[in-house]
């Protein structure tokens, strides 16, 4: 995907727009001539413009120009590749819209958490399982390494 357009959609919580940036160096990385842009909000936009990495911010508000619907047409079929960090409605709608390839964070429920929490017959070394999404991602997830085996 080089020479790809991607957008990222983070727009609530100032400080988490702040820590959501550091997906920019992996995504230079791996794609280091793409275009990255971002869905924030007006109070977050100033915050991520002029950033090194990204090539514009979009002011996701509730009214005129910035409101979800305005922003979702003027976003369409736009870009490549769509990464929602935000995971509401409105933002895999935004996703939706704007690229064809899509990636969506989940947060784990306390359900999942717990269930994942290593027990007291989980032994030795842990191993990552990586899952292809088809778009040139990867998701690492830690699991416990089987008994007796040498994965580290």
């Known amino acids: 995907m080089s020479g790809s357009r991607i957008l990222v959609i983070r727009y609530s919580a100032l400080g988490d727009v702040v820590l959501a940036t550091s997906v920019l160096e992996p995504l230079r990385r791996r794609f280091p001539g793409a275009r990255i842009e971002w869905v924030t909000s007006p109070s977050a936009a100033p915050l991520l413009e002029g950033l090194p990495g990204i090539a514009a911010v979009h002011r996701l508000g509730k009214t005129g120009w910035d409101r ?7 976003l369409r079929g736009r870009f490549d590749l769509a ?5 509401k409605v409105k933002s895999r709608w935004l996703a939706l819209a ?24 989980t032994t030795g070394p842990h191993w990552a399982v990586r899952v292809d999404t088809g778009a040139g991602f990867s998701f690492v997830e830690g ?4 008994e007796g085996s040498n994965q580290a």
Not at 68 to 74: K, T, V
Not at 83 to 87: A, K, R, S, T
């Open 98 to 121: 704007a690229a064809p390839r899509r990636l969506y964070f989940h947060r784990r429920t306390p359900w999942e958490a717990l269930r994942r929490c290593p027990t007291a017959t």
């Open 143 to 146: 699991r416990a390494a089987p």
């Open 68 to 74: 979800p619907r305005a922003l979702a047409a003027r």
């Open 83 to 87: 990464i929602d960090l935000q995971e």
